[in-house]
């Protein structure tokens, strides 16, 4: 398992597609993004243009883990991308509408952070090498609002355990990367 962090377009994704390519031929790429207007639409449809062909996708983010154990045909290696975003519709599936001033974000960390040990622990039994992308939250300043400080926080927590299980945690700064474990 190997981490890819950075701050966004920082060629986080670039550099784990390029490192799995050099590994493995065939891909399984997790796209947790879900279209939420043009823009998102745009977004997504260059992603998945700038791919090889032949990569096979996967869209969502609910049961990542089980998606890992039991899509991944033999050959492949995965991508995940992004946790940030996986969380973050997490977050939103978790809120269910309700004012950020009346969640518990407790419980809706467990329940997040429950689907990240799965991931791990998916990734971890991976014959094949697993790239995560997620971004690196934590070095600006902190959110005016309930809600952002909280997913920041959530986010932050989740990388940490994804560090520590890794191999592998690149730091991409401006298209570089920098092997930090």
């Known amino acids: 398992m190997i981490l890819v962090t950075g701050g966004a377009r920082s060629g986080k994704s670039t550099h784990a597609e390029r490192q799995l390519a050099k590994r493995c031929e065939q891909v399984l790429y997790i796209a947790t993004a879900q279209v939420t207007d043009e823009e998102m ?3 997504i449809v260059r992603h998945k243009q700038e791919r090889p ?10 049961h990542v ?3 890992i154990r039991r899509h991944r045909q033999s050959q492949e290696g995965v991508i995940l991308e992004c946790v940030t975003t996986l969380i973050a519709n997490l977050l939103f599936d978790l809120s269910g509408g309700i004012s950020p001033d009346e969640l518990d974000f407790a419980l809706m960390e467990a329940s997040i952070q429950h689907q990240i040990d799965d991931v791990i622990d998916a990734s971890l039994l991976c014959p094949l090498p697993v790239y995560l992308v997620t971004n690196e939250l934590g070095m600006g300043i902190t959110p005016e609002n309930r809600l952002a400080r909280h997913f920041v926080d959530i986010a932050g927590r989740a990388n940490q355990k994804l560090a520590h299980a890794a191999k592998e945690v690149w730091l991409m700064v401006s298209g570089i990367g920098v092997k930090i474990k």
């Open 65 to 67: 883990g089980t998606v």
């Open 53 to 62: 062909a032949h990569w096979r996708t996967w869209e969502g983010h609910q």
């Open 41 to 43: 639409a745009a977004r």
